[in-house]
């Protein structure tokens, strides 16, 4: 059964939504400059990402929930959800799909972007 491009955009938001605020079903990654934070910036930086809720028509255009930026202490960073195949060697098919898809949360410094 193929699903509508609405029910598909849904699924993904709602999939999208879930592994950003348990970090659960895919794979986190944070580049040097997060990494380099002390870890109570980094602790808030992460708390930031999985409350983020601040969708919109400029951070948000297609309705996934995939991207998103935050500002702690003073400095703005940038996530955003990639989806891959199961061996994370190209991209896959079908983000509506869980079995076929691994979802990969990169947060970074808006600096490395």
Do not use: C
Not at 32 to 57: H, K, M
């Amino acid at each position: 059964m193929t699903q509508s491009p609405n029910t598909k955009i849904d699924r993904i938001r709602q999939l999208n939504d879930s592994f950003r605020r348990t970090f659960a079903g895919g794979r986190v990654m944070i580049t040097s400059g997060v990494e380099i934070l002390d870890l109570a910036t980094r602790n808030d930086l992460l708390r930031q990402v999985r409350e983020f809720t601040a969708f919109d028509g400029d951070n948000d255009s297609h309705g996934e929930h995939d991207f998103g930026a935050v500002t702690v202490g003073g400095q703005s960073f940038f996530w955003k959800i990639d989806y891959y195949d199961r061996a994370l060697e190209g991209g896959s098919d079908d983000p509506a799909d869980p079995g076929n898809t691994t979802r990969v949360l990169t947060i970074m410094h808006a600096s490395e972007y």
